[in-house]
C-alpha cells in the first residue's frame, strides 16, 4: 500500500518550454503533497507544501509564479516548471501523506513518488 | 528550528559485516524520527520511524535503529550488510503536530562483495 507514482520519470526539453509533473496518490487519499528538488549528492530540499484544495505554500526562495502547483484533488498533484531554463535541470520528487494535522499526522511516514529527472538545454 | 545530521559522507563495509549509518537531531519537543533509502534515479522508499515506545525500532530489509534521546541520535544499523544494500540513506525528523519533515544531507553507502 501508499503507492505514489510520478509521471514523467524523464524529461528533456528546450529552453523556454514549460513542463508539468504528475504526482499521484494510487492507493490513498493524499490531503497533503510535497515538493522536493534534489541537486546531485545532495539533500532533498523542500520546495513547496500542498494541501488539496488550497493554495501551495513555497518555501523561502523558490519563486511561486516558476513553479506553479496545483493539488486539485485528494490523489493528484501536479508541478508546472514554466518557461523552464538550463538552471531548473534537476531532480524533482514528490511526497504524499495522509491527515496531516495534529498528533497522527505525524506518526505518518511521506510516501514517495520514484522521481522526474528534467534536463533542460 | 529542527535540524538532522548526518556526520559521514559515505560509509563503507563489507558484505556480511555490521554496519551503522549515524544520525543525531535537534528539535525542541518530542521528535519523530525516520529513516529512508533511495536507490539511483529513484525516490525515497520508507525503511522505519519512531513515534514512542521501544528505543529499538525494526523496519524494512532487516535494517534497525536506536533512539538514545540522552545523546539526542537515531544511528541506522544492520546486523549483516548486503551488496544491494549500497544506496544512500537519509534520516529525518518531525515534531508532534505541525511542522515540517527536515532530512539530513545524507549518507552513501557502499557494500563491497
Known amino acids: 500500500g501508499a503507492v505514489v507514482s510520478q509521471h514523467p520519470s524523464r524529461v528533456i526539453c528546450k529552453s523556454g518550454t514549460s513542463v508539468k509533473i504528475e504526482c499521484r496518490s494510487l492507493?490513498?487519499?493524499?490531503?497533503?503533497m510535497f515538493w522536493y528538488r534534489q541537486f546531485p549528492k545532495k539533500s532533498l530540499m523542500l520546495m513547496a507544501t500542498s494541501n488539496e484544495g488550497s493554495k501551495a505554500t513555497y518555501e523561502q526562495g523558490v519563486e511561486k509564479d516558476k513553479f506553479l502547483i496545483n493539488h486539485a484533488s485528494l490523489t493528484l498533484s501536479t508541478l508546472t516548471v514554466t518557461s523552464a531554463h538550463p538552471e531548473d535541470s534537476s531532480f524533482y520528487i514528490c511526497?504524499?501523506?495522509?491527515?496531516?494535522?495534529?498528533?497522527?499526522?505525524?506518526?505518518?511516514?511521506?510516501?514517495f513518488g520514484d522521481g522526474t529527472r528534467l534536463s533542460i538545454l | 528550528a529542527q535540524s538532522v545530521a548526518q556526520p559521514e559522507d559515505q560509509v563503507n563495509v563489507a558484505e556480511g559485516n555490521p554496519l551503522t549509518v549515524k544520525c543525531t537531531y535537534s528539535?525542541?519537543?518530542?521528535?519523530?524520527l525516520f529513516w529512508y533509502v533511495q536507490y539511483p534515479n529513484r525516490g525515497l522508499q520508507f525503511l522505519l520511524k519512531?513515534?514512542?515506545?521501544?528505543?529499538l525500532v525494526k523496519g524494512s530489509y532487516g535494517f534497525e535503529a536506536e533512539f538514545n534521546k540522552s545523546q539526542t541520535s537515531f544511528h541506522l544499523k544492520k546486523p549483516s550488510a548486503l551488496v544491494s544494500d549500497s544506496a544512500l540513506y537519509f534520516c529525518?525528523?518531525?515534531?508532534?503536530?505541525?511542522?515540517?519533515?527536515?532530512f539530513g544531507k545524507g549518507t552513501m553507502l557502499l557494500v563491497s562483495p
Open positions: 492507493d490513498f487519499q493524499a490531503t497533503t
Open positions: 529525518a525528523v518531525r515534531v508532534s503536530g505541525y511542522s515540517t519533515l527536515t
Open positions: 511526497s504524499a501523506i495522509t491527515h496531516w494535522t495534529g498528533r497522527e499526522g505525524s506518526n505518518q511516514p511521506q510516501h
Open positions: 519512531y513515534i514512542t515506545g521501544d528505543n
Open positions: 528539535v525542541s519537543g518530542n521528535p519523530y
